[in-house]
């Protein structure tokens, strides 16, 4: 693998000494200064792969600095994380607002977890990579051969639960449901950006840059919203040969991108299927659901797509008739990872009022079991992506 090298400014020596000699053993390419103005400077000329930055600098504030350099073409796509002394959620919000990647406080406790996010950022190999290994967030997507059974729910709702894991994760949502999206009307989501208008920018307009603050932001579903189309009209302007590269894009910005593909399979959805790490394969107890599933199922494996890579949910979004889990199971020849409890109204009601389940029901069996979804469906995203990265 390529050296890397991490750029840090930190006006506290002792801090800054630290990270050098951790990074160090990592065989990592270290550049110092205590100032932001000539970080500015290393930053620009020698273009790091990683840059930590103590927001509390004597001549350039953490924020203004970042903002710098997310306005240079130079710099705008390095990842940033503020390394910072100061614990208030009113600085990390601002940090984040301004273009970090990660928000960090500096105590006894943060070690494990600073360690954890350089080894996460610096495994993203920006140069001589091989042409199989896979870069940038986990890609999770959501598939079913049948509509109505809560597949967009589902989606919104474990997307939500990653921070529960993950509390510094960033995560996008793409609807890519055609001719129209549910996933806006689930959060609360009324303004003008979504899949359609996004892609019709130009190319240089939808860089990281772009994707990092442009994105609207649900702060009650902790993630970042690309809307699905308003409207039949409008899914006729979507410009189909754009979305693989904004996907690309996004997995550069973001630790996590869902997408709602619902029951809407075709030769667009396709390629996003075969290069996710997770496809969560969304079932009912129906048996004409299961058939059709069976189908798609059948149609992914002659694609290439392997079970591996499957994450099968039972929705009992219709009661508690129908199919077993292990009639499905037997049917299908896959294994349900989740089965979800019929919840009646409940899900209904909450999407109607805009609220993640685990907000509006925290005591229910239903939130315990999303938020231990959401666990296992990046377990197995990790796992896929350093079984791709080894060639096993």
Aim: glycine share 6%; net charge negative; aromatic share 6%.
């Amino acid at each position: 693998m390529t050296e890397k090298t991490v750029l840090i400014v930190d006006g506290d020596g002792v801090s800054r000494d630290f990270l050098a000699r951790t990074l160090e053993k990592r065989q990592c390419r270290v550049l110092e200064t205590s100032l932001g103005k000539e970080g500015l400077v290393f930053a620009w000329r020698d273009h790091p792969d990683l840059i930590v930055i103590d927001p509390k600098l004597t001549d350039l504030s953490g924020e203004e600095m970042i903002h710098k350099l997310r306005a240079d073409a130079r710099t705008s796509a390095i990842p940033a994380i503020a390394l910072s002394s100061d614990p208030s959620q009113e600085r990390r919000k601002a940090c984040l607002e301004a273009g970090f990647n990660e928000y960090l406080f500096k105590s006894a406790e943060i070690v494990p977890a600073l360690m954890e996010t350089l080894d996460r950022w610096l495994a993203v190999d920006t140069s001589e990579s091989s042409p199989e290994e896979k870069k940038g967030g986990s890609l999770i997507v959501f598939l079913s051969a049948k509509g109505g059974i809560g597949t967009s729910s589902l989606c919104a709702n474990l997307a939500m639960n990653i921070f529960r894991h993950e509390k510094e994760a960033r995560v996008a949502v793409v609807d890519s449901v055609l001719p129209i999206g549910s996933i806006a009307s689930i959060v609360g989501y009324d303004g003008k950006m979504n899949l359609i208008s996004v892609t019709a920018l130009p190319p240089e307009k939808t860089n990281a840059t772009f994707f990092r603050e442009s994105l609207p932001e649900l702060p009650a579903w902790r993630f970042h919203l690309v809307a699905g189309s308003p409207d039949p009209e409008s899914a006729g302007g979507l410009r189909v040969g754009r979305i693989e590269e904004i996907i690309d894009t996004l997995r550069s910005v973001y630790d996590y991108v869902f997408i709602d593909i619902g029951r809407a399979l075709s030769n667009i959805t396709l390629p996003l299927i075969q290069q996710a790490d997770v496809i969560a394969l969304v079932l009912s107890t129906e048996l004409n659901a299961v058939t059709l599933t069976k189908k798609v199922w059948q149609y992914l494996q002659a694609k290439g797509v392997s079970a591996d890579h499957i994450y099968a949910i039972l929705n009992r979004a219709v009661g508690l008739e129908g199919l077993t889990k292990f009639d499905i199971e037997s049917l299908l020849g896959l294994k349900v990872q989740t089965t979800m409890p019929y919840l009646g109204g409940d899900f209904a009601l909450a999407n109607n009022q805009h609220i993640p389940i685990t907000l509006k029901y925290p005591n229910d069996t239903a939130t315990m079991i999303l938020k231990e979804t959401a666990g296992q469906i990046i377990t197995l995203a990790k796992q896929m992506r350093a079984r791709t990265n080894t060639g096993d």
